[in-house]
Nanobody, 120 residues
Framework: QVQLVESGGGLVQAGGSLRHSCTAS????????MGWYRQAPGKQREMVAV???????NYLDSVKGRFTISRDNAKNTVYLQMNSLKPEDTGVYYC??????????????WGQGTQVTVSS
């Protein structure tokens, strides 16, 4: 099994910063993409940022220039640095990885989610 444990999140004023981390543990052979998603009340979950095993990144347009995703492959950890936060960034943030437990197919795994609330 693969487990994801998230940390970070919380309550912050607009313009502030937060940092998320998500660490994968268990039987892991390889991790391909790692990413962060969020879900605001009454809205669908959306991709915020993803990073491939080679370090290529992709961001939601509304967070470009404010959020930075990074990963530490030795620690099986992905980070999300969020700066210049806006009230519309409020939501539950989830990490997701695509990983294989052995040489073979990869599967998606989700973290438990952490609440981010940005007050105006």
């Amino acid at each position: 099994q693969v487990q994801l444990v998230e940390s970070g999140g919380g309550l912050v004023q607009a313009g502030g910063s937060l940092r998320h981390s998500c660490t994968a543990s268990g039987t892991i052979y390889s991790i391909n993409t790692m990413g962060w998603y969020r879900q605001a009340p009454g809205k669908q979950r959306e991709m915020v940022a993803v990073i491939t095993s080679s370090g290529s990144t992709n961001y939601l347009d509304s967070v470009k220039g404010r959020f930075t995703i990074s990963r530490d492959n030795a620690k099986n950890t992905v980070y999300l640095q969020m700066n210049s936060l806006k009230p519309e960034d409020t939501g539950v943030y989830y990490c997701k990885i695509r990983a294989a437990q052995a040489l073979g197919p990869q599967y998606q795994y989700w973290g438990q989610g952490t609440q981010v609330t940005v007050s105006s």
